[in-house]
């Protein structure tokens, strides 16, 4: 059933049209909240780090260099983006990308202990009921498993991982948000505070304000910084592979997410500063020399688009998520905003919820 706002409803502001924004918007307005959303830049080509991103959902490996918290989101968020990427296609008549094949992880025979070396660093940090999401897996098996990694002997298969294809997802939120509604106003840069929006001078009360601005929330959340990542798009009919597939190396780390028509996103760079210029010859030259280590037929792809953009991150890498009477702020995704959203964007609803209620 789709909800749309009365002239009774809630009014809630949401700052911030990224992958934050959107989904929350989405969310309080199927209960029924009359929503204004404020993006800074153009909905239709957003200029925050969502716009960016691989989309890569993967708990199992981004376990090994963060917290337990971050993979146990993770876990509810596949549960969520499974569920919620039914009904966004239900609603809007178009797939969101959403794909839950797994992922895989090799190395060259040199570095084969980066991949031991991985195994048991991720093993240490699951319990035992959870070791089974981790499989060791042989040269048959891989090739079964991704036939383009015909040179690799040995890999992991992470079989709950998954992926979503954000310039698909991102555009079916926002028609979903004109089905419903939405106000939705773009190029609009506006400052939080609690009960109120400032779009420069102007003022507007709302009940209740969702902060969702990435780095554009300097001024509410001490600390927050950009941590600048930078991703090569190519496509070739020569090489597909079937899931993401990761690449330990000692120096640096490749990961390689298969879209539609031929075309594979590699990532990421990962680099201490906030410096948005376009990708550097010596990040395209590692990205592009590490995916043709997976395979050489990679050696003819075009390189269709180089994208840059930061990554919003507190000074310990975790998402905060705050609630004061009139505001809550959601922020800190870092590289885990497809990782993480739907299961924060679960808890601000709740929050959100009951500062409406309260209210009413
Ligand atoms: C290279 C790269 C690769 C990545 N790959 C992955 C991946 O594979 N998997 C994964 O989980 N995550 C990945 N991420 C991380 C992910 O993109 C971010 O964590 C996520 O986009 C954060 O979402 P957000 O909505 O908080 O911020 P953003 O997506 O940055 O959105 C914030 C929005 O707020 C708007 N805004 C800013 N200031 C204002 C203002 N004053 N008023 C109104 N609006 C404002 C901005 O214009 C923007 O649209 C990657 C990021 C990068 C850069």
């Known amino acids: 059933m789709t909800l749309t706002a009365s002239k009774q409803s809630p ?39 969502c716009w960016t991103a691989a989309g890569m959902i993967s ?12 993979y146990e989101l993770g876990l509810r968020s596949l549960v969520l983006w499974r569920e919620w990427s039914g009904c966004l296609q239900l609603l809007c008549g178009s797939p969101v990308g959403f794909r839950q094949a797994g992922s895989v992880l090799v190395a060259h025979g040199r570095d084969r202990s980066e991949l031991l070396h991985f195994q048991r660093e991720l093993q240490a940090k699951l319990d035992a009921g959870e070791l089974g999401q ?41 028609e979903v948000l004109r089905r419903l509604r939405v106000s939705l106003r773009e190029e609009c ?12 001078d102007r003022r507007q009360e709302f009940e209740l304000v969702v902060d969702c601005r990435g780095l554009g929330a300097r001024d509410r ?22 899931r993401p597939v990761r690449l330990l190396h000692p120096r640096y780390q490749l990961y390689a997410v298969p879209r539609e028509n031929g075309q594979t996103v590699i990532g990421a760079t990962e680099i201490e500063s906030e410096d948005m210029s376009p990708t550097s010859l010596r990040s395209c030259m590692e990205l592009s020399s590490a995916l043709y280590s997976l395979n050489p037929a ?24 705050e609630g004061e009477p009139g505001l809550v702020s959601v922020n800190g995704l870092y590289r885990h905003g ?11 609803e709740q929050l959100a919820m009951r500062q409406v209620q309260l209210l009413a």
Do not use: K
């Open 298 to 321: 990679f050696a003819e792809a075009r390189i269709l688009e180089t994208r840059v953009n930061c990554r919003p991150a507190t000074m310990d890498n975790l998402p905060v998520v």
């Open 11 to 49: 009014r809630v502001a949401v700052a911030g049209g990224g992958l934050m924004g959107r989904l929350l918007a989405w969310r309080l307005a199927l209960r029924g909240l009359d929503i204004t959303l404020f993006e800074a830049g153009s909905l239709e080509r957003p200029g925050g780090a």
């Open 189 to 200: 840069p506006v400052a939080c505070e609690p009960f109120t929006i400032f779009e420069g």
């Open 221 to 242: 959340v001490p600390g927050l910084r950009g941590v600048r990542g930078e991703v090569l798009v190519v496509e070739t009919a020569e090489v597909q592979l079937r």
């Open 134 to 174: 981790v499989r060791a897996v042989a040269a048959t098996e891989l090739y079964e498993l991704e036939p383009a990694l015909a040179g690799f002997e040995q890999g992991l298969f992470l079989a709950p991982e998954g992926d979503i294809d954000n310039r698909r997802l991102l555009p079916v939120l926002l």
């Open 338 to 348: 497809y990782l993480l959203a739907p299961a924060l964007a679960e808890r601000v």
């Open 59 to 70: 708990p199992l490996s981004e376990l090994v260099h963060s917290e337990r918290s971050v």
